[in-house]
Structures are given as C-alpha cells and as structure tokens.
C-alpha cells in the first residue's frame, strides 16, 4: 500500500471528523439560543463581578450577573456555560443587563448582550466546519 494514500486517508478523516464536531457545537449553539428566545424569560440584572478561569496558562474572564425571577427569587450565577470568557471583563462590573432565564431552571441563563459574540462563534464555527467537510471529502481516495 503507498504512504501517500496512506496520509490522504488519515487527512481526510481528521478533516470530516473536525468538520462535523464544528458543525455539531455550532448547531448545538444555535438550538440553546432559539430555546431561550422562544422560552426563556427576559429580566433586568446586574454585572456583579468576574470570575477568572484558567485555560493552558491563559487567564479568562465570566461575566457574574445577579438577577430576580419574576416569582421574586435572586439568583446571582457566573455565565460560564452560556458565555465565552474573555482574555479581558467583556462586561464592565455594575452594568445593567438583560438576562434570559429558563422557567423551569433560573440558574440557567443567558446574558442578552453577549449575544453577538455567541452568534460570532457559530458563524466561525460553521464556516470552517463547512470548508473542513469540502476539504476531507475532497481527499477521500
């Protein structure tokens, strides 16, 4: 068997399965942000801090917001899960945003605000996942 074709093979499977992770972390992005719009509800809250996340010797920071459901309950959570962190505060402290919580989870939440960095990512995200399937389909034998 020659080498060459070999490498094509592996390329080409490491192209399609980058690809499809991309695509899968895209849509999956693209799913939680319809659901929020479509079920969650929107409130006012405060930027009440950062927290600082280490990632391979990089600092990062989650915006902290505080916020009251609307049956009076106050959650004050980082946004780690529904946010990117940011090499620097993205959200300066004590800013006013407005937070979409889900009903049925109120520490679930997104920070309207960030959501063009959200839809930034996606866009990234489907794009090179898309050019990636075009390349590892491109090089199957």
């Known amino acids: 068997m020659d080498w060459l074709v070999v490498a094509r093979a592996i390329a080409s499977v490491a192209f399609l399965g980058t690809g499809t992770a991309l695509l899968v972390v895209a849509g999956r992005t693209f799913v939680t942000e ?10 006012p809250g405060t930027v009440v801090g950062h927290r600082e996340v ?7 920071f989650v915006p902290v917001v505080r916020y ?8 004050e959570r980082d946004s780690a899960r529904t946010s990117f962190a940011f090499d620097r505060p993205f959200l300066e402290e004590g800013a ?3 937070v979409l919580y889900r009903p049925d989870r109120p520490e679930r939440h997104l920070i309207r605000e960030l959501r063009g960095q959200r839809a930034l990512g996606m866009a ?10 075009m390349i590892g389909t491109s090089q199957l034998p």
């Open 68 to 75: 009251e459901t609307t049956d009076g309950r106050t959650v």
């Open 34 to 43: 319809v659901a929020f719009a479509r079920r969650g509800v929107g409130v």
């Open 124 to 133: 990234v995200a489907l794009t090179v996942g898309a050019v990636l399937l």
């Open 96 to 98: 006013r945003v407005t």
């Open 54 to 60: 280490l990632r391979s010797d990089d600092t990062f």
